[in-house]
């Protein structure tokens, strides 16, 4: 597995990441393990989950279960600031939300650190200096390594750099967005923001939550099992009309050369500027096998421009 450096600043991490968003919630403890155990045979390093995953707290708790001594081999990310309550009211970014969730995640994942800690959306509630103050006062206590920021508009990111750099504070190394052949908004003012103060991007839903793997067709139920079957908004989300025709006109694209929906939305990714590594979630062994192996081939820059033409920048 290849490594690359989280911007300018950051960890190496393995290309492709390990999304344990399932973990605690589709998948069971056994089923868990089973797919750790295949991320760590393969060489991905970037275990990426949150405070909210698995019902509040369970694939932390898993994770810290299972890896024993595989702790020290990786890149440990975690999320804090979803809600932690049923009412909406135990979240966000203040200083004494943020002290007590990154003690509560050390607990669950039975670490002393915390490798990538990530603010998961924006407090519109909390300035962002007292968030930076109280992240930067857990880099020097030495429970968190590095600081990223998810689901940021650029605009909200290059505040909270700024803020950093005013305040000689610890800045973001990372920005954590939805980023796939079918979503690229970002690319719009995002990752020109990102390259401008060296920051790696670590997209989500690489796959647009399934649809780009191949598995779907149009006009035909959606298979039981997968996550559209068992996630009606999401499906509502992705299945739309024109979203079908830039995926059967990328499937063709496919067929032409040989490769694969996976390998096509994984090596574009991976060519795409500040993208450091994949984060991709798996229920199975074999889809963990499936995306490393995925992220093995690289695009042509003849290649790059047909895919903007079937799938153009926002």
């Not at 504070?169 to 923001?193: G, K, M, T």
């Not at 499937?251 to 096509?264: D, N, P, Q, S, Y």
Request: proline letters at 4%; aromatic letters at 8%; one cysteine or more.
């Amino acid at each position: 597995m290849k490594l690359r450096k989280l911007g300018n600043s950051g960890p190496q991490v393995s290309v492709v990441g390990l999304g344990c968003n399932n973990f605690g919630m589709r998948i069971d403890l056994e089923a868990t393990r089973r797919v750790v155990d295949k991320a760590l045979d393969v060489g991905i390093t970037l275990f990426d989950t949150a405070d909210i995953y698995g019902n509040r707290g369970g694939s932390e708790e898993m994770l810290g279960q299972i890896l024993g001594e595989n702790r020290k081999r990786i890149v440990l990310a975690t999320k804090f600031g979803g809600a932690m309550d049923d009412a909406g009211k135990i979240k966000g970014a203040s200083r004494r939300f943020i002290m007590s969730a990154a003690e509560a995640s050390l607990k669950r994942l039975r670490t002393d650190w915390i490798d990538l800690y990530q603010i998961h959306f924006p407090d519109p509630a909390t300035p962002i200096e007292e968030t930076l103050r109280a992240l930067d006062d857990l880099i020097r206590a030495g429970k968190v390594r590095y600081i990223g920021c998810s689901n940021f508009a650029a605009w909200q990111m290059v505040d909270a750099q700024w803020t950093a750099k005013h305040f000689d504070l610890h800045a973001f190394v990372s920005c954590q967005n939805e980023y796939s052949l079918l979503v690229r908004s970002v690319e719009r003012e995002l990752i020109p923001a990102m390259q401008k103060f060296g920051l790696g991007m670590l997209p989500y839903f690489p796959l647009a939550s399934g649809l780009l793997t191949g598995k779907y067709a149009r006009n035909k139920p959606v298979p039981e099992g997968t996550r559209f079957h068992s996630l009606r908004g999401l499906a509502d989300r992705y299945l739309t009309e024109s979203n079908w025709k830039i995926e059967e006109r990328l499937e063709k694209f496919c067929a032409k050369r040989g490769h694969t929906m996976v390998e096509l939305a994984f090596t574009w990714l991976l060519a795409r500027p500040t993208v450091a590594s994949v984060i991709a979630g798996a229920t199975k062994p074999e889809q963990v096998e499936q995306n490393a192996k995925a992220a093995e081939g690289e695009l042509t820059p003849e290649e790059i421009a047909e895919i903007d033409e079937i799938t153009p920048k926002p």
